[in-house]
């Protein structure tokens, strides 16, 4: 099992960055493939983005796409999310979730998730 804490998030005015981090515990950090999945108010959770076990690969909803960008580090057992050119549309809770599926672009692909952490883009 992996458990993971999710932190950075906070109100931020629209065309502003903010970066999420994601630690997770225990020795098996770099067996996952890691993801961020959001939910905005009123609405389903929704892929964001998802790096594979080495960072070698990533994946990206359309909605994201050149403004948000997912790194890790196996080193501090750390997932990152970059966040760009911030809209109100992005306002939602933000989770970290991990798993062993290939090429996660679901939620459903997820066996283990964090608690969350809001995002609020508002002017």
């Known amino acids: 099992q992996v458990q993971l804490v999710e932190s950075g998030g906070g109100l931020v005015q629209p065309g502003g960055s903010l970066r999420l981090s994601c630690a997770a515990s225990?020795?098996?950090?770099?067996?996952?493939?890691m993801g961020w999945i959001r939910q905005p108010p009123g609405k389903e959770r929704e892929f964001v983005a998802a790096?594979?076990?080495?960072?070698?690969?990533?994946y990206y909803s359309d909605s994201v796409k050149g403004r948000f960008s997912i790194s890790r580090d196996n080193a501090k057992n750390t997932v990152y999310l970059q966040m760009n050119s911030l809209k109100p549309e992005d306002t939602a809770v933000y989770y970290c979730?991990?798993?062993?599926?290939?090429?996660?672009?679901?939620?459903?692909?997820?066996?283990?998730w964090g608690q969350g952490t809001q995002v609020t883009v508002s002017s």
């Open positions: 979730a991990a798993t062993y599926v290939y090429r996660p672009t679901r939620p459903l692909h997820y066996d283990y």
């Open positions: 225990g020795r098996t950090f770099s067996s996952y493939a």
């Open positions: 790096i594979s076990r080495s960072g070698g690969m990533s």
